[in-house]
Each structure stands twice: as C-alpha cells, then as structure tokens.
C-alpha cells in the first residue's frame, strides 16, 4: 500500500512540475496581436489584401546597415506591397510603424534578440532570401521602418 500511495505522489509531483515549467517559458515566443483585423491595426495602417495592392516597392537591406531606398512615400489610403530582399551576409528585417512604435519595439529587441515575427508589418529575413509586407496606409506622408535586430537600428538601419 505504501508503494501505491508513494507511486501516485511521485507522478503528481512529476506532472505538476512539467506543468509549471511549461507555463514558466520566458522566450517571449507570444505573437503580438495576432487574431482581429481591428488588433492588426497601428497608427500607420493595417494589413493590405493583395488584391488591392496599387504599387510595388523593392527594398534592399545590406550589411552596410542601410535599407534602398532609405525613404518612401506614401499616399492615404494606399495599398502598397513591399518586396524587401536581404542583400547582406547576416539577418535583417523590415519593420513598418510610427517612430514611437519603432522605439519601443526595439527595447523589446534588445531582451529578446532571437526573437522571430509572424505580425504583418514586420518581417525576419535571413541572408539571401526575400519576403513581402502588404500594407493599407492611413495616412499620407514618410514611412517609418527600420531593422530592429540588436545593433542594426543604432548603427543607421532606419
């Protein structure tokens, strides 16, 4: 009897530890804002339907820590898709969003380098490769965007 009694203890505790460590995670591998098109939205816009896209700009990303074109123009209402290529040897990203946004992205950055992002005014390219943004504009003007990978902002990636 009391090697059932310690056996089911013994898994309880076990389960129970598992179950914690699962929930403890600390790899900030949470999405951010995934779901609604309303929680997708920022102050610059929201995700563009590919179908309305009425323009097509090229972006190229280098090691140089420079994105080209290094300023883009925008008209309200605007569905603009974004064909970012890394020309570099290291990963970059594209990130569209308010120069407040940018900031306070890039401290999170900071705490989490490896971080990875699945949000739809963001984009994680490795070397060699290329990726899309789709994006509807709100507002006519200069876009903000920038490469938040720890150091790449600093040293002019905006």
Not at 52 to 73: G, N, W
């Amino acid at each position: 009897m009391n090697k059932r009694r310690f056996a089911t203890h013994f898994i309880a505790a076990t389960c129970l530890t598992l179950s914690a460590s699962a929930f403890a995670g600390g790899d900030h591998a949470h999405d951010h804002g995934a779901g609604t098109q309303a929680a997708e939205e920022t102050a610059i816009g929201k995700p563009g339907r590919a179908s309305r896209v009425t323009r097509t700009i090229k972006v190229s990303m280098s090691d140089k820590m420079r994105f080209e074109p290094a300023s883009i123009q925008v008209k309200q209402g605007e569905t603009v898709r974004f064909v970012v290529r890394n020309a570099g040897q290291i990963k970059h990203e594209m990130n569209l969003g308010t120069e407040k946004e940018l900031l306070e992205h890039l401290e999170v950055m900071k705490k989490f380098p490896n971080m990875e992002h699945d949000e739809p005014n963001k984009v994680t390219i490795a070397p060699g490769q290329q990726g899309e943004i789709v994006w509807q504009f709100t507002k006519a003007g200069t876009v903000n965007f920038a490469c938040l990978v720890p150091g790449h902002y600093e040293a002019g990636m905006k």
